[in-house]
């Protein structure tokens, strides 16, 4: 089993629709990271949290530390939002990031 | 420039050749981090360099060999790869170990 899960592994959604992706780990962290991956390969970090709630835009990532889970959520999705979603922990007293195999999304016009 | 730039963004090289990717760093960051990322695998980390130290080596063949001249400009030497080696080679940098990396675009690297 792997540290990180994610679920799903790919999703396909029209625009507009209200998208949830989901990751779970089973190892204790300090914090948890939500990246963006584009076609053509450049990552772009999301969120960085380590508990609660963040909102940038359309975009919310909440975690619950208890329950090792934390959800990425995207509002009135867009085609542009088209990529791979990675979700990646940082170990509890350590740098390295542990990550997840990643979700991607297809939003259809 | 701004960010972390990588190049080349294409790389196609032969089992023999010797070749080199560049990664620099705009953001007055103190570490640095070579990844690989192989189809529809996780991003697998290789190299990380602290303060030019490096601090981590995941048991990475040695025909790959980094190399860290200064804080903005880490570099990844090759040589006799094979073709199981062909990935995307992403370079992260960021402030202190543990904390938000920035990613560069990543060299797409082939090997025949």
């Known amino acids: 089993k792997n540290e990180v899960e994610q679920s799903p592994q790919n999703l396909t959604a029209q625009e507009g629709e209200f998208i949830t992706i989901n990751c779970s780990y089973s190892v204790g962290i300090s914090a948890l990271h939500w990246l963006q991956q584009h076609p053509g390969g450049g990552i772009v970090s999301l969120f960085m949290?380590?508990?609660?709630?963040k909102k940038h835009g359309r975009l919310i990532a909440t975690i619950n530390i208890q329950e090792k889970h934390s959800s990425l959520h995207i509002t009135a999705s867009h085609p542009r939002d088209s990529a791979v979603y990675i979700c990646?922990?940082?170990?509890?007293?350590?740098?390295?990031?542990?990550w997840g195999a990643g979700t991607k999304l297809i939003i259809k016009p | 420039e701004t960010g972390v730039t990588q190049t080349p963004r294409h790389l196609v090289m032969g089992m023999t050749n010797k070749k080199s990717l560049k990664c620099e760093q705009h953001l007055g960051h103190n570490a640095m981090y070579w990844y690989k990322q192989s189809a529809k695998k996780p991003l697998e980390l290789m190299f990380v360099?602290?303060?030019?130290?490096?601090?981590e080596n995941n048991s990475v063949p040695s025909r790959f060999s980094p190399e860290c001249p200064n804080s903005s400009h880490l570099f990844l030497h090759l040589h006799t790869l094979q073709p199981e080696d062909s990935a995307l080679y992403l370079c992260?940098?960021?402030?202190?170990?543990?904390?938000?990396?920035?990613f560069g675009p990543g060299t797409r690297l082939t090997v025949t």
């Open positions: 992260a940098s960021s402030q202190d170990l543990a904390n938000e990396q920035y």
């Open positions: 990646a922990v940082t170990l509890y007293r350590h740098y390295q990031l542990i």
């Open positions: 360099y602290s303060l030019e130290e490096r601090v």
């Open positions: 949290l380590s508990s609660g709630k």
